[in-house]
């Protein structure tokens, strides 16, 4: 079965940079969109940014400017590069795709989680 494997979270001082990235692990046939969700302590999961295959992107207000979304399709991996991290950006952060093919069939699909813990 296609697994969403997350890697690259940690703790960083605020105005420093981590790069998290997410690969689709197992056989694909094909992905649409990826993103990545955010979830801080007794707060609601929130989009943080989205890519199509075709690279389309969307980013939430608050981190437009500071974080970028990319992906290799090739690879059936997207990243997301943060910049200029702020204590406000504590939070697991989780890779989406809403919709995978496989030979298994289609459905959407979560990553366990990176956390990433900005200090001040």
């Known amino acids: 079965q296609v697994q969403l494997v997350e890697s690259g979270g940690g703790l960083v001082q605020a105005g420093g940079s981590l790069r998290l990235s997410c690969v689709a692990s197992?056989?694909?046939?094909?992905?649409?969109?990826m993103g990545w969700y955010r979830q801080a302590p007794g707060k609601q999961r929130e989009l943080v940014a989205s890519?199509?295959?075709?690279?389309?992107?969307n980013y939430a207000d608050s981190v437009k400017g500071r974080f970028t979304i990319s992906r290799d399709n090739a690879k059936n991996t997207v990243y997301l590069q943060m910049n200029s991290l702020k204590p406000e950006d504590t939070a697991d952060y989780y890779c989406?795709?809403?919709?995978?093919?496989?030979?298994?069939?289609?459905?959407?699909?979560w990553g366990q989680g990176t956390q990433v813990t900005v200090s001040s």
């Open positions: 197992g056989s694909v046939f094909s992905i649409n969109t």
């Open positions: 989406n795709a809403p919709w995978i093919v496989s030979p298994h069939g289609g459905g959407p699909k």
């Open positions: 890519i199509t295959s075709r690279g389309i992107t």
